[in-house]
């Protein structure tokens, strides 16, 4: 009698594991990093206004800085309370992740005028993040 399974490849199996290990991680310290940055964002809008290239009368959404600031505090606050769920594995914390990502990266291009460099960046991190969490689609009960 022959055998016709082929051997399970238990080592290529556990470095996959790592991987996926390993982009949850970053994408729940660069969520919570982007989280915090909107909210030093928000408190700068709220506080020290005068530092934004532009007047709030040029951005995208033509409000006052003070309402763009309690928005970019409440947007980091989710931000930080999705990398906790994120960080606990739990599957919904991935799709709230997508959501509150996708969000910020287009309040951060209606700000861009603002603060050019600063919201590029945070663009920049927002995409990252988006493609840590979505590039593995197996199942996820191992992290």
Known sequence: MTNDTPPVDYQQDEEEARGWHGLIAFATYVLLLVGAFHIVGGFVALF???????????????????VW???????????????????????????????????SAVTNLAFLSAAP???????????????????YGGDNREY
């Not at 594995?89 to 996708?102: E, H, L, N, P, S």
């Not at 590029?120 to 493609?131: G, H, K, P, S």
């Open 69 to 103: 600031g309690i928005a970019h505090m409440a947007l980091g606050l989710g931000m930080i309370l999705a990398s906790y769920a994120l960080f606990w594995g739990k599957t919904w914390g991935r799709v709230v992740t997508i959501a509150i990502v996708m969000v």
């Open 117 to 135: 460099v600063w919201y590029t960046m945070m663009i920049v991190l927002d995409i990252l993040v988006i493609y840590a969490v979505t590039v």
């Open 48 to 66: 020290e206004d005068d530092v934004y290239e532009v007047p709030s009368r040029d951005l995208v959404i033509s409000v006052d800085y003070n």
